[in-house]
């Protein structure tokens, strides 16, 4: 965190100090999803083991583009959105706060939104910034790790819930008030592992005309992945033998 801030030296002290909590809600998001990680995985053999003395927290397993490292990065980015969402909503952060957009939509019923939708919205812009910068869509890995992202992200969102509160003399309920609220994350961590289960095996193709590089199944028998899929390009190691690397 301290070498971001150094890098950005005409700052002024007040934007220095908005920049520290959303870090501070970025690790925790990162530590949100190691411990799903470990959580989700903790029967199989590999079990998301993480190491604190290289550069590589999960080791050489992300070297692999296999479906272990799919899940890694959806959970990883969905960990982030999920953070700075709900510090979004807590008033931690000064950039954002709760999403009042919900309040334009006109509800089926009787009731009406009110209180704090929390803004997921938000949530995925800063996820997207902070944690997709680094790929590149010119290469398999790089659209790979960009759908990962995506479909944490994403998951979170169909999971989204409507909650209320009754309003009224003597509890009559006479106003129905009702906002958005996140999941909670082991929900999110059970449904990216569902998808785990059945992650879509891609290859990368490129339009000649546009030379854009896309995934696409690895066989026309096979359904094409939709966004919340998770994806990988290759098989997985066998955990089972021994593997110094």
Known sequence: MSSVISRCPK?????????????????????????????QFRMSRWNCTTFGNTTSVFGGVLAAKSREAAYVYAISAAGVAYAITRACSRGDLTDCSCDNRVRTRKPKGN????????DIHFGEKFSREFVDV??????????????????????????????????????????RVCWRKLPQFRQVGDSLAARFEGASHVKVVEKKRRRIKKLRAVSRDLKQPNKTDLVYLEESPDYCERNET
Not at 11 to 31: D, E
Not at 111 to 118: L, V
């Open 11 to 39: 700052q002024t002290k007040h934007k220095r100090a908005s920049i520290i909590p959303l870090f501070v809600n970025v690790g925790h998001g990162a530590r949100m999803g190691i411990d799903e990680c470990q959580y």
């Open 111 to 118: 009731w009406q939104w009110g209180g704090c939708s929390e």
């Open 134 to 175: 680094k790929e590149s869509r010119d290469t398999g890995e790089g659209l790979m790790n960009l759908h990962n992202n995506e479909a944490g992200r994403r998951s979170i969102r169909s999971l989204m819930q409507r909650v209320c509160k009754c309003h009224g003399m003597s509890g009559s309920c006479s106003v």
